[in-house]
Every structure is written in structure tokens, then in C-alpha cells.
């Protein structure tokens, strides 16, 4: 299995996206939640990170958040 070296990369990328983001440090101190569930996030547990009323926010991995996540960018569409 190869996994594990996918997310190994996948997680370099993380870093660097949440560091240009200027939220690495509120992941990696735990003051990071989930917009949808409040879970805290770390880098294991975040499934996206996207803009939101002029602040960073974050989605966890779980199935629920990232289907409400799919449903706000499709509002936000719609509002064009
Ligand atoms: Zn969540």
C-alpha cells in the first residue's frame, strides 16, 4: 500500500497552503475548528480549508461536514 506516502505529500502541501493562509499555527496549536462541527482540527483531520466572510475556515474529514461544505459552495453560487 501506498497510502501512506500519499498523504505524506499530500500533507506538505497542507503545510504550506495553512502556512500561506497565515492558520498553520492555530492548526498545529489547536485553536483551529471546524466550521460545521466546531471539532477541533489538526493536520490529520482536516479535509479542506476554504474563505469565508473574509476569515480562513475548515472543514473536517467527516462525511456530514463535507457534504454541508459542497452545500455552502453551491449557495454561494447561486448568490453569484
Ligand atoms: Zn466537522
Do not use: R, W
Not at 501512506?4 to 489547536?30: F, G, M, P
Amino acid at each position: 500500500m501506498k497510502e501512506n506516502q500519499i498523504k505524506a505529500v499530500h500533507q506538505q502541501d497542507l503545510k504550506k497552503l495553512l502556512k500561506s493562509l497565515h492558520v498553520y499555527d492555530s492548526v498545529t496549536s489547536n485553536t483551529a475548528t471546524c466550521y460545521f462541527c466546531n471539532a477541533t482540527m489538526s493536520l490529520d483531520t482536516i479535509a479542506a480549508v476554504f474563505p469565508f466572510n473574509d476569515a480562513v475556515c475548515f472543514c473536517c474529514d467527516q462525511s456530514m461536514c463535507c457534504s454541508a461544505m459542497i452545500d455552502l459552495e453551491q449557495e454561494d453560487e447561486t448568490l453569484g
